[in-house]
């Protein structure tokens, strides 16, 4: 899965360079290389019709653990499918990743739609970064396949987190329309320790805002997002904002602010105010022929890329 995210970033930087000097195609061709030499169908375990997440030389498959939909985990079915040199079948997107079609299962929250069920959080959706991750180069503009409108269910997804943290059914202090936003991130544990937790709405709300949240949901909610990200800077200031950007999470209610970064926190941030001013990293990874035909290969209608 890991390899999902390091390949949707080789692809895109891939067709930023392949056009460039001797030193910059020299370094896509690399590229290609590695993304032909990744053997997606090896993921398959003795060509079952689902991915699994992880094999080890020491282990093999003993961490067990099929990967289905839906979670961040979207990508990783995608450039399985558009690998030039080891495909998988369509079958083991819709009978793995979409559990044969029971992925597709509407719910209404607060008047917002989502069209697929979540991955133990149908009612609200999980943790925030479902719609980032898989999206930093996937462009879920106009994306739809026979179980969903990518953009319907990341925009409804990034929403409801946000109007789970208006209404604050806990009651926790700083909660509000211009500081929200649950996911995976540092947390407070209560012993003063800093863990890690996947921070979503009902349950797992521990009073916990994570910047990233909000602000990775720049292309979803601009006008919210950029509420959030001026209301962390104004009311919290110093110490909520460092050298290299927000902190990766805090809560005003246990007056707690670690002033750690998390770096797969910190790059969506980047990454997804560039696609709302540009579009840039998704013009980039959509322009790859071999990632349009995996998509028609699964079935979805995407928006053509613009270069």
Request: glycine share 10%; charged share 20%; hydrophobic share 35%.
């Amino acid at each position: 899965m890991e390899s999902a995210y390091l390949f949707q970033g080789l692809l895109s930087a891939h067709q930023y360079f392949r056009t460039g000097n001797e030193a910059e195609r020299i370094l896509a061709d690399r590229i290609d290389q590695l993304w032909r030499d990744a053997e997606w169908n090896w993921f398959r375990k003795d060509g079952e019709n689902v991915l699994y997440w992880h094999w080890s030389p020491s282990y093999g498959w003993e961490m067990d653990f099929p990967v289905r939909g839906y979670n961040e985990c979207l990508i990783y079915y995608i450039l399985a499918a558009s690998s030039p040199t080891y495909p998988v079948p369509p079958e083991v997107y819709h009978e793995g990743w979409a559990r044969g079609g029971d992925i597709d299962t509407t719910v209404v929250t607060y008047g917002f739609t989502l069209p697929l069920e979540h991955n133990g959080g149908q009612t609200y959706g999980g943790p925030l970064f479902w719609a980032h991750y898989s999206f930093l180069g996937l462009d879920p503009r106009d994306l739809k396949d026979r179980y969903a409108d990518y953009w319907q269910n990341n925009t409804s997804h990034t929403l409801i987190n946000r109007q789970w943290c208006i209404e604050n059914p806990e009651g926790y202090e700083g909660y509000g329309p211009g500081c929200w936003g649950l996911t995976s991130s540092y947390t407070r544990r209560e012993d003063g320790e800093v863990g890690y937790a996947g921070h979503k709405p009902g349950k797992r709300d521990l009073g916990v805002i994570a910047p990233t949240a909000a602000l990775s949901s720049m292309p979803y909610t601009p006008e919210y997002s950029l509420y959030a990200m001026r209301t962390f800077y104004e009311v919290y200031g110093d110490s909520l904002f460092g050298q290299f950007g927000f902190y990766d999470a805090f809560s005003p209610e246990y007056e707690w602010f670690p002033r750690r970064y998390l770096a797969i926190d910190q790059g969506p941030i980047v990454v997804m105010i560039e696609n709302y001013r540009t579009g840039m990293l998704w013009e980039l990874f959509m322009s790859c022929p071999e990632v349009q035909a995996g998509l028609r290969r699964l079935g979805f209608q995407f928006r053509n890329p613009g270069i």
